[in-house]
């Protein structure tokens, strides 16, 4: 199973129960904060299920075409990684050396 399959049983799952707790019509105040919690946790899977989808087109779309594509998207990728560097942009010149 991929991992959207996963997040879609869960999600159905997870409606299931509210279905069974919307039945049950009993009004206490953690119930109903219960029913709450996994309603905003159902939102959040729905989310989490759009997303994937959308992640296998951008990585198609993301692909490198060629070479130079690949080697500019490498280069790139070092860059942010290595940013802003192993020391920092200093204002202040240093003294000069005296020459002897």
């Excluded at 999600?11 to 029913?35: C, G, N, V, W």
């Excluded at 994937?52 to 990684?81: F, Q, Y």
Aim: no cysteine.
């Amino acid at each position: 199973m991929t991992k959207t399959e996963l997040l879609m049983q869960e999600r159905d799952d997870l409606q299931a129960k509210i279905a069974s707790a919307r039945e049950t019509k009993t009004e206490s105040d953690r119930e109903s904060s219960d029913l709450k919690m996994m309603e905003q946790e159902l939102l959040a899977l729905e989310q989490r299920i759009g997303r994937s989808g959308n992640e296998k087109a951008a990585a198609k779309a993301d692909k490198p075409r060629s070479d130079s594509e690949r080697m500019e998207r490498k280069l790139d990728e070092a860059l942010k990684d290595s940013f802003p560097g192993s020391d920092p942009v200093s204002t202040i010149e240093p003294t000069p050396t005296p020459s002897r």
